[in-house]
């Protein structure tokens, strides 16, 4: 179909328009093509009419081929794949109502035939006449059939605008009327109809004489052109001028219909909301519904009366305005027939032809209003079902309405509009405080008006309230006033309408008890977003119960999906329901709760780390609680994803499990993203959440915790080059694994004293820590250690020079690793065979390995040893004498280590600035 906004003009020359801007139709033939159809809108036209309008007899033997081409190239530019359907013997073009200026200006004049009021009469005739932009059809001359098409459409039009002249005359209108008048018998000098009106529209303004010059003139035109006489009515009409009838003096003004303007005053102090705004604005032209939703407090009221203000001159007909309440602690829900009433009487009707039948007022109301330009707006509505008696139904009204529920039913079956409605920019905030408080308070204050801002959470209902307690007490700072936001307490003006925890308590009461319930408990989850599965943990219920209690809470516009799959609620939503949850639920439920979380977060990211390095190495744990329903990632791919969307939520798992009581879960969910973290260079996480962890081990006494916790500060602190630090928790870790006699963690730990000692230059010894290591691995029997630790005695040896042996140990790695299909320890493999053979001086087998090694480091996602391998690669191909290469590769590694904010990114600059200075030279 014709897409919403869209228009094809044919009074004029023939164009499209989007969103109230023209669209060119290039080509005389589309045009044609694009003519016929929008003047057979919604019937189909058959192949060979199509032809003929647009070739006649000038038919060429491609015209099929070439009019499917111009309905393709039409398809476009009308922006719908849908709106020219082919359907046999022709095509269709798909409209809606209104969809060519030619259906809008007939419905009008129909509008205006049925009417018995003259003004209505003269408003629909207004507006039908002002659709013609010139000569109908203006760009298509050459066809026999558009040219008559033409002039029927233009006859239309004189026959409108003479009915125009008529109603005009009857409300008293004539003295507006001569000039127009004036030019159309210029265009039609032998019209007896123009010119009795005109006649008569001068006679009334008081020209008597002009109006029989015009009588005379045209007797002159038609006895000399054609020979005849006026006929007997303007004869007649004449006589009545000379002899001053009383009978054709001007009538009384009709008095107009009374015009509502029952809109409430505008929030002065109104800010942002230009996206809203603007997306108005596109809707005016389209009639129907629109669904203004959002959150308790978010501004729903204030944007749409705001708005509602701007446009109300769209709106000629009248602005109409109910509260419905459907929201609100001090009354019940406004009955739809209430609101129809007070509609219909704000609309002239009188209290004897009032129905007492909701149906019928509902009838009524629309036969009021249909040929109207009606702005209607619904304010806090409860549900469909409340709206849809109050919907005008005429293409013409627009009905904006607000809901904390999105209403998706009256999207559905209505077709509106759905406008979301989110927290303030912080641009906006500052902007609301800057209205609220004056420039001058807030820029001497910048960072405690921004901190007010957040601590409100861009909440406009928030930052209204505490703005007003900044306004009343002005020799308050905004710091101190920013210092009082600790709890929701801060957020009270005096009445339930302007307390925050009041106005969020209005949404919660229509929730059904289980997804108040899951409300209560999602102030647990730490955020800052949450997935579906994990919600279904923290509630303990199936996955079906979890969609349907996240429908509810999304549809209140108490949890926000703000991207597919991840639900969110702003901070002081958050308070509300965690001091619900404090009210309601008993310190057990909590604590169970929160243990079902914390178990969904660490068995997850566990699966997800062994989908990652599933031989490598791993730790135990304890069964999940019943309700819990952990996520397994099946792929590589899948885990990586997993990983980068929760990091932010289990950053903030480990804090919230290490100071409720879990410690156990703490140090074990550090343990499975540090090799995400590593691998990411989130080195300063990596650090943050072991110290956590190693915390939480010790407070326990978990000696096998507090080992992993130290050696996994052991490798962050080597990665941020703070090797004594390193060096400590490794040979503590060391020890600890000894004591408890974990052999696996022994030998991982002697592995990292390796790449310790090789990153401080000494070769030897880390060729000795890596060969402990190795025999430790072959006790265990784990082949995936082995394969890593052999990788690392052969990038030792070629690190002491001994590259044939290097290439003997990472063949053998690489075997291993391939065999129980470990893609990172390949990848790590794949590069030190580079790095041999470059030594040895193959630099063309050396590219070949690096490029085999960033392939695989692409597919687990390790981004700093993707950046050292394409150093690497930019070296091989340097030796080559390849400085296009060269640089691309380093360029890639410099992107990548800027990216992580590492120190290394400056001696890749310098190598850059050195080949460039060379190449120069």
């Not at 800010?271 to 705004?277: E, F, H, N, Y």
């Not at 209205?435 to 861009?458: F, H, K, M, S």
């Not at 703000?562 to 002081?572: M, Q, S, V």
Request: some cysteine; hydrophobic content about 45%; proline content about 5%.
């Amino acid at each position: 179909m014709v897409g919403t906004g869209v228009r094809v003009r044919l009074l004029g020359p023939v164009e499209v328009v989007v969103a109230g801007s023209p669209q060119a139709v290039n080509g005389l033939r589309r045009k044609a093509v694009l003519a016929t159809l929008a003047l057979h809108a919604g019937r189909v036209v058959s192949v060979d009419r199509l032809l003929d309008a647009v070739w006649g007899d000038q038919l060429p033997a491609t015209a099929a081929n070439t009019l499917q081409r111009h309905v393709s190239y039409l398809r476009g530019v009308l922006g719908e794949p849908g709106s020219i359907v082919a359907r046999q013997p022709g095509y269709l073009l798909a409209t809606g109502p209104d969809s060519t200026d030619v259906q809008a200006a007939e419905r009008l004049i129909e509008l205006a035939r049925r009417s018995t009021d003259r003004n209505e009469q003269v408003r629909h005739l207004t507006a039908a006449v002002a659709l013609w932009r010139g000569p109908p059809l203006a760009d298509v001359a050459g066809s026999p059939w558009l040219e008559e098409q033409a002039e029927h459409l233009a006859r239309l039009r004189l026959e409108a605008e003479r009915s125009l002249a008529e109603a005009r005359l009857s409300v008293g209108e004539h003295a507006g009327l001569v000039p127009g008048l004036e030019r159309l018998v210029r265009q039609h000098p032998f019209d007896e109809h123009l010119h009795a009106q005109l006649m008569l529209a001068l006679y009334r303004d008081g020209r008597q004489g002009d109006a029989v010059a015009t009588y005379r003139r045209l007797c002159d035109n038609l006895r000399e052109n054609l020979g005849i006489d006026p006929g007997p009515r303007l004869r007649d009409l004449e006589r009545a001028i000379l002899r001053q009838d009383t009978a054709i003096a001007a009538p009384a003004p009709v008095a107009a219909a009374p015009v509502a303007a029952q809109l409430p005053p505008p929030v002065p102090t109104f800010t942002g909301r230009d996206a809203q705004l603007a997306a108005l604005d596109a809707l005016v032209d389209r009639g129907g519904a629109v669904v203004v939703s959002g959150t308790a407090g978010v501004g729903k009221t204030a944007l749409a009366v705001h708005w509602a203000h701007h446009a109300a001159g769209r709106f000629p007909d009248g602005q109409l305005y109910v509260n419905l309440r459907g929201f609100d602690p001090a009354a019940t829900p406004t009955e739809p027939a209430r609101a129809l009433r007070g509609f219909l009487e704000a609309l002239g009707v009188a209290a004897a032809r009032m129905p007492s039948d909701p149906d019928t007022m509902a009838s009524l109301y629309r036969t009021t209003v249909a040929g109207k330009k009606l702005l209607v707006v619904l304010d806090n509505a409860r549900d469909a079902d409340q709206v849809r008696p109050l919907l005008p139904g005429s293409p013409d009204c627009l009905a904006i309405v607000t809901s904390r529920d999105q209403l998706i039913p009256l999207v559905v079956t209505e077709s509106a509009q759905p406008v979301p409605l989110d927290l303030l920019s912080p641009g906006e905030a500052r902007d609301m405080l800057v209205r609220r408080l004056g420039e001058r308070q807030v820029a001497a204050e910048p960072a405690a008006a921004d901190t007010i801002a957040e601590r409100c959470a861009r909440l406009p209902i928030a930052l209204a309230i505490v703005a007003a307690r900044a306004a009343t007490n002005r020799h308050f700072s905004l710091a101190a006033v920013a210092g009082e936001l600790g709890d929701l307490d801060a957020f009270r003006a005096g009445d339930e309408a302007t307390d925050v925890r009041a106005v969020f308590s209005w949404s919660c009461r229509t929730l059904s008890p289980p997804a108040a319930q899951l409300f209560r408990l999602l102030s647990l989850h730490p955020g800052p977003d949450v997935s579906a599965p994990a919600v279904a943990s923290l509630a303990g219920v199936d996955g079906q119960a979890t969609g349907s209690l996240l429908t509810e809470l999304t549809r209140a516009n108490l949890f926000t999906e703000h991207t597919y799959g991840r639900y969110a609620f702003h901070d002081l939503l958050r308070a509300y329901a965690a001091d619900l949850a404090d009210e309601t639920e008993s310190p057990a439920e909590r604590r169970a709760a929160m243990h079902r979380l914390l178990d969904h977060c660490l068995h997850t990211a566990h699966a997800a780390d062994l989908a990652l390095h599933p031989h490598f190495s791993t730790i135990s744990l304890p069964p999940p609680r019943a309700g819990v329903t952990p996520e397994r990632p099946r792929s590589r791919s899948a885990a990586a994803a997993w990983f980068t969307t929760e990091v932010p939520v289990l950053l903030a798992a480990v804090p919230l499990a290490a100071r409720s009581g879990f410690e156990g879960h703490a140090w074990r969910l550090a343990w499975t993203m540090a090799g995400f973290l590593h691998r990411q260079g989130h080195w300063q996480d990596w650090l943050g959440t072991q110290r956590i962890a190693l915390a939480a081990a010790s407070r326990i006494g978990d000696q096998a915790g507090q080992g992993h916790a130290h050696r996994s500060l052991g490798l962050a602190c080597s990665r941020l080059r703070r090797y004594d630090e390193a060096d400590d928790h490794l040979r503590r870790a060391l020890d600890l694994f000894t004591d408890v006699g974990d052999d696996a963690g022994r030998a991982h730990t002697c592995l990292n004293l390796g790449q310790l000692a090789e990153r401080q230059g000494q070769h030897q010894q880390a060729l000795r820590h890596s060969r402990r290591a190795l025999a430790l691995f072959r006790g265990t029997g784990n082949r995936a250690g082995q394969g890593y630790t052999l990788n690392a005695v052969g990038w030792q040896e070629a690190l002491l020079g001994n590259y044939h042996h290097a290439l003997e140990s990472c063949g053998e790695a690489l075997r291993m690793l391939q065999e129980v299909d470990d893609v990172q320890g390949q990848a790590d493999t794949w590069d030190s065979l580079g790095h041999a053979h470059h030594q040895l001086g193959d630099d063309r087998r050396a590219i070949a390995c690096y490029e085999r090694a960033l392939e695989l480091f692409t597919q687990v996602n390790d981004r700093y040893a993707e950046a050292s391998t394409y150093v690497n690669l930019g070296g091989s191909h340097r030796a080559l004498g390849d400085v296009p290469a060269t640089r691309a590769a380093w360029r890639r590694a410099l992107a990548i280590l800027d990216e992580l904010g590492d120190a290394d990114a400056d001696s890749i600059r310098a190598d850059l600035d050195q080949l460039d200075a060379t190449r120069l030279r």
